[in-house]
């Protein structure tokens, strides 16, 4: 029965990613033109490269000037040249996508980032009462799961977002398939990621796999 | 003004030691490897993030908001914001790689009802 279910769900899985695939070849084509539709085939387009190592060095140039607070010519040029420097060795790691939905996708992730605060705070809650409870009411458990997320920022994001809420740790990822071995620390929080997903339709929220469609089918699920 | 500022922060640094206790306690009585990184992994991400947002709201009303103080001593509390970051981005992080390497080297979860390890 278990198994069944697992392979209905990798299936839907890999169809709704050959979806996604198809959207967007249509609609971000004038982009690249590799289509694929993974956000991972982003690195090796030539278009990128510039924009890429343009943020890199703001980013770390703005970083430099925050921790060094002194502003004279000396120390600002310095600042430009490491900026330089190490924008053009590691730009590809910090800008790997290049889109008109980077701007939505942070704001989406700033909001996101507010509902994790509060689960971070419950997350500690929950602990601190098993642990202060003289009976210690845990009940560990192993589980598996798969998502639709491919992207390594979103496996990141899930992966500890999983890590720091209630009674659950991330063990593993398998990026390919989006698989995710996680360990509960009692029945409750592993419902709460294997049956309500609500944080997988948030972190799929914020990375918008899958469009409308996938949010759709998930609500099916949730009702089934 | 500082003695309600004086008030918060005391209040975010004994919350944030509360948490590191906490977490430190959990280490002790829980019974197995993974239970452990349960309590370790996240009161001390809490514990720490609250007790340098104490910090970080002391500096910021005592020193940084007087007037004709120099500049590297106004960014302190933007450095402490960074290590806020950091902490949230390396210790979920960390704690899924001890949980990995446990598991890749086949430590066996605790079940209700065995004994302690």
Redesign the interface.
């Given at each position: 029965m278990k198994k069944g279910e697992k392979v209905e769900k990798r299936k839907k899985g890999e169809k709704s990613r050959g979806e996604k695939s198809r959207g967007e070849r249509g609609k971000e084509g004038k982009r690249g033109g590799e289509g694929g539709g993974g956000e991972r085939e982003g690195v090796e387009r030539k278009g990128g490269k510039g924009f890429g190592i343009f943020v890199t060095f703001c980013v770390l140039f703005l970083f430099w000037l925050?921790?060094?607070?002194?502003?004279d010519a000396f120390h600002v040029g310095a600042g430009v040249i490491c900026s330089v420097i190490v924008a053009l060795i590691s730009h590809d790691l910090l800008v790997r996508e290049r889109g008109e939905k980077v701007l939505l996708k942070s704001f989406r992730f700033v909001i996101y980032l507010g509902w994790e605060l509060w689960q971070?705070?419950l997350?500690?809650f929950d602990?601190?009462y098993?642990?202060?409870h003289p009976r210690?009411p845990?009940?560990?458990?192993?589980i598996e799961f798969d998502t639709p997320l491919r992207s390594d920022f979103a496996l990141?994001t899930l992966?500890?977002s999983i890590?720091?809420t209630p009674?659950t740790?991330?063990?593993?990822v398998e990026p390919e398939r989006g698989r995710f071995?996680v360990?509960a620390?009692s029945k409750k929080p592993a419902d709460a990621l294997t049956v309500e997903k609500t944080m997988q339709n948030k972190v799929a929220d914020v990375f918008m796999v899958g469009g409308q469609e996938k949010g759709g089918e998930w609500k099916n699920d949730m009702a089934a | 003004m500082i003695g309600i500022i004086e008030i918060i922060v005391v209040i975010l640094l004994a919350a944030g030691v509360?948490?590191m206790l906490?977490?430190a306690?959990?280490l002790l009585?829980?019974?197995?490897f993974?239970?452990r990184?349960?309590?370790t992994?996240?009161?001390d991400?809490?514990?720490e993030v609250l007790i340098i947002a104490g910090l970080l709201l002391h500096h910021f009303f005592v020193y940084s908001s007087v007037p004709g103080a120099?500049?590297?001593v106004?960014?302190v509390p933007?450095?402490l914001l960074?290590l806020i970051v950091f902490i949230?981005?390396a210790n979920?992080?960390a704690?899924?790689a001890i949980?990995?390497a446990a598991?890749n080297t086949g430590e066996k979860?605790?079940?209700?009802g065995e004994e302690r390890k």
């Open positions: 925050l921790l060094s607070g002194i502003f971070i705070a997350a500690n602990v601190a098993r642990v202060l210690m845990i009940d560990p458990l192993i990141v992966a500890n890590t720091l009674g740790i991330t063990i593993s071995l360990h620390i | 509360f948490f906490t977490g306690i959990g009585r829980f019974p197995d993974y239970t990184l349960h309590a992994g996240k009161c991400t809490l514990g120099e500049l590297s106004k960014l933007v450095k960074f949230f981005l979920p992080t704690t899924h949980m990995k598991y979860p605790w079940k209700v």
